[in-house]
């Protein structure tokens, strides 16, 4: 079994990655695996897990994600519980966090001892085991624990491996590289130090120089302080051009065993591998001193995405000629899947990575610019201590990072424009944004896709991926009724078909019989985490006050096809207020709008789906009262 920390928390067993379930399991496996073996109380796992007011409950829930952890890992897990915790023996099992150390410490003493190639070749090899910044999907509370103890433990690998490049010559390589470190860490001078070093070695001694002042001025400014006497030293050096050349290079004797031989993760049932070779020091690609990383934070696309082959082509012709996408429609429409399925398309076409955030918080709230930029800057390998706190400051330092790269940034769940303007990287990148409120069609040099409902053909092609073609085509004209109960909602028609394929004793025309009554037909749309009735009520309950009354009115009360006028008559307002009113609710894409030929009046229909929705709210209200 092997486990990894080093970027996103996960564990295999045989080969074969372990299903892990959210961010809450992930933090249960990496805190204990951090414990080294110790104990792990239940007090601090509930702290770590929901901050210092854990919700009611929080003990039964933190032994369900206990109990399900050492389901997913099966046998040989050694997690057991101990008094009033938990602590996990993983005995021979692969872990990088503890590879990470070991071949650290044994490059340091190799540099220490001056076997600089040795050094250089461990340090690489513990630097490769990094996959982007550690802990990337647990709680904040973890994250913030033991995230800055980490990261501190890989910059100073960084720096070692740096110093045994430049002892061995390697200047030219590593400028590219360190230039991108001081940028992401402006005080901390080691770094800064090693590309004075690199610069004066390389013939370009002004340069030096010049990061010398830099870093003299940002240390005056930020902390009030003058350089240290390490690198007063090396500008006095670098001044007078009495910087001592590289040293010489020690090639170790191949007689020597390795000093340390380790296994790495993925390699649990293998003989001990020699260490691989080392990495240039400090490289141009990649972010963040990890050699060759590429963000790759998108979700995979769904496996069985279906139909929509105009709207996928219109966003990929949109990002091919440069322009952002902004893919909008009513909830449950599909809008996140389209994205990712755009983008997992053209994955290819940007080849500097990929960035993903969901701009709706688990409450259903808004995130806020800086929170997604504080993501997305760690992603690209800022130290989080030195996270700017303004949202200014980690706009500026966003889109410098991105300047000169192509990569392809999704935001899913927007709220509005405001939102969305501070993320967008602007340069050779490329945004898909999803959303459901009509501003989102304000950003500028955007193509507008709009989604609705599956075309039948679509429809029926969507429910055969998920339940099986044999339990759609043995009954057609049921699985057609299906469908428009769903009124051809790409999550309507997921659950209908995922509830046929969990119940293989349910013909097609069972499940169209249990759709049919209107009273009953949002409780049969749901399955697991997939619910029309929550989806609904997520978008109805983001209405001001007066909007959601006006919602559950004209939906729950009204004719079919609606004017204005009739929206009036329901609403006991005028015809310009009730206009409104419903252009609000077609902007928040709850209902559509048209006009007909010879007829200067817009016409306005809620779907089906929505209008018991709305029937359902207003009788919980009268009950209520």
């Known amino acids: 079994m092997d486990f990894t920390i080093l970027g996103p928390v996960s564990a295999e067993t045989g080969g074969r990655p372990v299903a892990l379930d959210g961010g809450k399991q992930r933090t249960v496996l990496a805190a204990l695996l951090l414990a080294r073996g110790k104990v792990m109380t239940d007090e601090r796992l509930t702290t770590l897990l929901w901050g210092w007011e854990p919700p009611a409950g929080s003990t039964n829930q933190l032994y369900t994600y206990v109990s399900r952890l050492r389901t997913r890992l099966g046998a040989g897990h050694g997690l057991e519980r101990i008094g009033s915790g938990y602590r996990m023996d993983i005995g021979d099992a692969g872990f990088d966090w503890a590879a990470f150390r070991r071949l650290a410490d044994a490059g340091g003493a190799d540099l220490t001892a001056g076997r600089y ?61 360190l230039t991108r470190q001081v940028t992401l860490h402006p005080v901390r001078e080691r770094l800064r130090g090693q590309l004075m070093t690199a610069l004066f070695r390389s013939g370009r001694q002004a340069d030096a120089l010049a990061v010398y002042e830099e870093g003299r001025r940002v240390l005056a400014e930020d902390l009030g302080i003058d350089p240290g006497p390490a690198l007063r030293a090396l500008h006095q050096d670098v001044l007078t051009g009495t910087l001592p050349a590289p040293a010489a290079p020690e090639h170790p004797s191949p007689a020597r065993p390795a000093a340390t031989s380790v296994r790495l993760p993925g390699a649990a049932h293998a003989p001990a591998a020699p260490l691989p070779a080392a990495p240039p020091a400090a490289p141009a690609s990649g972010y963040g001193g990890w050699p060759g990383l590429v963000p790759a934070l998108l979700p995979a696309a769904p496996g069985d995405f279906t ?66 930029l504080g993501w997305f800057l760690r992603a690209l390998g800022t130290d989080p201590v030195r996270l700017p706190e303004g949202l200014d400051e980690r706009v500026q330092l966003y889109r410098t990072l991105l300047s000169g790269r192509r990569m392809l940034v999704v935001l899913d769940n927007a709220d509005d424009d405001a939102q969305v303007r501070p993320l967008l990287p602007g340069g050779d990148s490329r945004t898909v944004v999803t959303g459901t409120r009509s501003p989102l069609a304000s950003l500028e040099g955007t193509r507008l896709v709009r989604t609705g409902p599956m075309t039948p053909r679509e429809a029926l092609g969507l429910m055969m991926t998920v339940a099986g073609p044999g339990r759609i085509t043995d009954d057609l004209e049921s699985a057609a009724r299906i469908a428009e109960f769903c009124d051809r909602s790409p999550l309507a028609l997921r659950i209908a078909a995922a509830r046929l394929a969990a119940r293989p004793q349910w013909t097609a025309a069972r499940l169209a019989a249990r759709l049919e009554p209107e009273e009953r037909r949002l409780g049969e749309l ?34 079919v096809d609606l004017t204005a006028a009739d929206a009036a008559a329901l609403l006991g307002t005028g015809a310009d207020e009730a206009e409104e009113a419903l252009e609000q609710l077609t902007d928040a894409r709850l209902a559509d709008a048209w006009a007909t030929d010879g007829d200067a009046r817009l016409r306005y229909r809620f779907a089906e789906l929505v209008r018991l929705y709305a029937r359902e709210r207003s009788s919980a209200v009268l009950l209520a009262a």
């Open 117 to 177: 190639e040795d050094a250089e070749r461990r340090l690489g090899a513990a630097l490769a085991l990094w996959r982007g910044p550690a802990l990337t999907d647990v709680t904040p509370q973890l994250a913030e624990a033991e995230g800055p103890r980490m990261e501190e433990a890989r910059l100073s690998a960084l720096e070692l491996h740096t110093e045994a490049a430049l002892a061995l010559g390697r200047h030219a390589d590593a400028v590219p590289g």
């Open 307 to 372: 139909g929509r082959e105009e709207e996928t082509t219109e966003i990929l012709t949109a990002l091919r000629t440069g322009q952002d996408a902004v893919v909008t429609g009513a909830p449950g429409t599909g809008k996140s899947a389209l994205a990712l399925r755009a983008a997992e398309l053209c994955r290819a076409e940007f080849p500097d990575g990929q960035l993903h955030a969901d701009l709706r918080t688990p409450a259903g709230g808004p995130r806020t610019p800086g929170e997604v």
């Open 526 to 559: 749901r399955l697991g985490g997939l619910d029309v009735r929550a989806t609904l009520a997520g978008e109805v309950d983001r209405l001001p006050a007066r909007l959601r009354h006006a919602f559950g009115v004209l939906a729950a009360a009204g004719p």
